[in-house]
T-cell receptor, first 113, second 110 residues
Framework: NAGVMQNPRHLVRRRGQEARLRCSPVKGHSHVYWYRQLPEEGLKFMVY????????ESGMPKERFSAEFPKEGPSILRIQQVVRGDSAAYFC???????????FGSGTQLSVL | RKEVEQDPGPFNVPEGATVAFNCTYSNSASQSFFWYRQDCRKEPKLLMS???SGNEDGRFTAQLNRASQYISLLIRDSKLSDSATYLCVATTSGTYKYIFGTGTRLKVLA
């Protein structure tokens, strides 16, 4: 019974390149959240998606960042033209519905050179 | 004021000690509560849900006080492996938001 799967675990990009982070939720979960975490800091909400819909993207910068959760396939967090300040751990989490237990993937550590 | 507040610690305790953390929430409409554990550079893992009547799971006990708007986590007989950051989470009825505290760091010392 696979949990939330994120890949890659580590991603190195040069400034100006694109970063694509993938998240496959727990089977049967239709709610996906993306969080960002800097060292020694808390989890910062970025975006909440249900299948084919972005419900809340208020935590995501309007420029360069986008997210999707298509009908088929994983959720994707895309960061265009990365800058050094984008270096962080990005965690995806999924759940069956509001107020239910949230399960996290192991995260993608993005490093921008 | 933050919606969910925790003492960042660190709490340094000897093995075998009992330690308790509190977490306060500001939204009286908060409905569901959870404790997560996060080890350095790893993903948060669900430790336990918090129920109105209080609940226990082995050495861990969680309590909810709606009148004073806080939840607590008690760890008995601390082990070295309990060293981690403990995150408090609240959700609000009718919304999808999970509000995380910034975490309380626990160090259990040999």
């Amino acid at each position: 019974n696979a949990g939330v799967m994120q890949n890659p675990r580590h991603l190195v990009r040069r400034r100006g390149q694109e970063a694509r982070l993938r998240c496959s939720p727990v089977k049967g979960h239709s709610h996906v959240y993306w969080y960002r975490q800097l060292p020694e800091e808390g989890l910062k909400f970025m975006v909440y998606l249900q299948k084919e819909n972005i419900i809340d993207e208020s935590g995501m910068p309007k420029e360069r960042f986008s997210a999707e959760f298509p009908k088929e396939g994983p959720s994707i967090l895309r960061i265009q033209q990365v800058v050094r300040g984008d270096s962080a751990a990005y965690f995806c989490a999924s759940t069956t519905g509001a107020n239910e237990k949230l399960f996290f993937g192991s995260g993608t550590q993005l490093s921008v050179l | 004021r933050k919606e969910v507040e925790q003492d960042p610690g660190p709490f340094n305790v000897p093995e075998g000690a009992t330690v308790a953390f509190n977490c306060t929430y500001s939204n009286s409409a908060s409905q569901s509560f959870f404790w997560y554990r996060q080890d350095c550079r790893k993903e948060p893992k669900l430790l336990m849900s918090v129920y109105s009547s209080g609940n226990e799971d082995g050495r861990f006990t969680a309590q909810l006080n709606r009148a004073s708007q806080y939840i607590s986590l008690l760890i008995r007989d601390s082990k070295l492996s309990d060293s981690a950051t403990y995150l408090c989470v609240a959700t609000t009825s009718g919304t999808y938001k999970y509000i995380f505290g910034t975490g309380t760091r626990l160090k259990v010392l040999a």
